[in-house]
């Protein structure tokens, strides 16, 4: 048995989705704006560090403290687990797969990306969201260690949004990237019910602010991919 860590920002009151993890069965690492919640770690911080860099804190921190931690999870606060397996079933079938914890995998079983929705907010047309991308990931020890030179398991200076690319396209570069049908992280999107994009009233700033970043980020994105992602070597 290992312990399985979900290891996020968060900033929903409640901590959103955070309690249906841990009623699975999954320790929780925070990085927690607002008020406190029930997490086994909880670092408390006054602003969003951003995605990839909060979820490399905490990991790395992980990684340190649980000597029995192999696999950890990200994503946020409105995700929810895989409902039909436990995270040791799950992080067993994982470290058979890859061999050991030097890998990479997101469930798609959520299909809502295929959505004319989720392809207008996110600016893509062909193909699911979902499969490009690796928005709720699962990372073993082996990668959150030796991932980018050691620096962490994702690229910390994208802020919020083409983190998730780049994992994707890093990892399956490197023959360690696995999409599972079968399991699914659904993610509580607040335009997931309603296909109608304009008109929109109750638009959360989050959204306002990943918004922002997906347009700022996309050239770095774009010129990383042009020079291979440089930097996001292993460390041997």
């Given at each position: 048995?290992?312990?399985?860590?979900l290891t996020?920002p968060s900033c929903?009151?409640?901590g959103?989705t955070?309690p249906?993890?841990?009623?699975?069965?999954?320790?929780i690492?925070?990085?927690?704006q607002?008020?406190p919640?029930?997490?086994?770690?909880?670092i408390?911080?006054g602003e969003?560090l951003g995605?990839?860099?909060?979820?490399?804190i905490?990991?790395?921190?992980?990684?340190?403290?649980d000597?029995?931690a192999?696999?950890?999870v990200?994503?946020?606060?409105?995700?929810l687990?895989?409902?039909n397996?436990t995270p040791?079933?799950?992080a067993?079938?994982?470290?058979a797969?890859?061999?050991?914890?030097f890998?990479?995998?997101q469930?798609?079983g959520?299909?809502?990306?295929?959505?004319?929705?989720?392809?207008a907010?996110?600016?893509?047309?062909?193909g699911a969201?979902?499969?490009?991308?690796?928005?709720?990931?699962?990372?073993?020890?082996?990668w959150?260690e030796?991932?980018y030179?050691?620096?962490?398991?994702?690229f910390?200076e994208?802020?919020?949004?083409?983190?998730d690319?780049?994992l994707?396209?890093?990892?399956?570069?490197?023959?360690v990237?696995?999409?599972?049908?079968?399991?699914?992280h659904r993610?509580?999107?607040w335009l997931?019910?309603n296909?109608?994009?304009?008109g929109r009233t109750?638009?959360?700033q989050s959204?306002?602010?990943?918004?922002?970043?997906?347009?700022r980020g996309?050239?770095?994105f774009?010129?990383?991919?042009?020079?291979?992602?440089p930097?996001s070597?292993?460390?041997?």
């Open positions: 048995m290992s312990n399985v860590w996020i929903r009151p409640g959103g955070i249906a993890w841990r009623e699975r069965g999954y320790k690492a925070v990085l927690r607002n008020e919640i029930e997490a086994d770690i909880q408390r911080t969003y995605w990839a860099r909060s979820t490399n905490l990991a790395k921190l992980v990684m340190q403290v000597p029995l192999m696999w950890c990200s994503g946020g606060d409105d995700t687990p895989e409902p397996r040791d079933e799950i067993a079938q994982l470290t797969h890859f061999g050991g914890t890998g990479v995998m469930p798609t959520d299909r809502w990306c295929d959505s004319d929705t989720s392809r907010m996110f600016g893509q047309h062909r969201i979902i499969d490009r991308i690796a928005g709720s990931p699962w990372m073993g020890r082996e959150i030796r991932a030179g050691g620096n962490g398991p994702m910390a994208h802020y919020h949004c083409w983190s690319q780049e994707c396209e890093v990892a399956e570069k490197m023959g990237y696995w999409r599972r049908r079968d399991l699914t993610h509580n999107h997931r019910d296909d109608n994009l304009t109750d638009e959360p959204w306002r602010v990943a918004s922002e970043d997906y347009m996309r050239a770095l774009e010129e990383r991919k042009r020079l291979n992602f930097g070597d292993p460390l041997l």
